[in-house]
């Protein structure tokens, strides 16, 4: 699990200012290295957001600075690799999901325009704290809690778990 610091009072534009900072990055790296195709800001935006679980930089940016909308494509950012052995529960109606939250208890969970449903160990294996408190303030529901700042910080969550991981 992610030990770094989380900001508890976070910008709205904070998790798109970090993927922004790592293509930065990434970009003054590549140069350095003299990697052949590595001289345009615009590529590594693009290669952080898809390696974040979004199709492009503007998906990223439009979902993470919290502009999308329910039913929007919410991308794979709250999936990862090697999940597929936890119990996951799809749905693609909001509303049948929450019924099943309030039901069966567990974290419900964006994935491009469909939801799912897990247990916390699927949250371990994102590399977030199922006992964080911004889970209980938005009642385990990151599709109603979009945009909030209990999303937020489990965002930066998630990114953190993202970046220790790569």
């Known amino acids: 699990m992610n030990t770094m610091a989380v ?3 976070m910008p709205h534009q904070a998790l798109v200012d970090e993927l922004k900072v790592r293509a930065r990055v990434r970009l003054n790296r590549a140069r350095r290295e003299g990697q052949a195709g590595a001289t345009r800001l615009r590529d590594a935006l693009h290669a952080v957001a898809r390696e ?4 492009d930089w503007e998906h990223a940016r439009h979902v993470l600075s919290g502009q999308a909308a329910l039913g ?3 991308g794979g950012f709250w999936h990862a690799a090697g999940t597929g052995i936890l119990l996951h529960i799809w749905f693609s109606n909001h ?4 019924a099943a939250l ?8 964006p994935y491009r325009r469909q939801c799912f449903m897990v247990q916390a160990p699927f949250i371990e294996a994102l590399g977030l704290d199922p006992q964080d408190a911004a889970w209980a303030s938005i009642d385990h529901d990151l599709v109603a809690g979009y945009g909030t700042e209990a999303w937020r910080v489990l965002s930066w969550q998630r990114l953190r778990a993202l970046q220790t991981a790569a």
């Open 72 to 74: 929007e494509d919410m």
């Open 7 to 9: 900001p508890r009072a």
């Open 102 to 109: 309030r039901q069966e208890g567990g974290f419900l969970l």
């Open 95 to 98: 509303a049948e999901a929450q």
């Open 52 to 55: 974040a679980g979004f199709a």
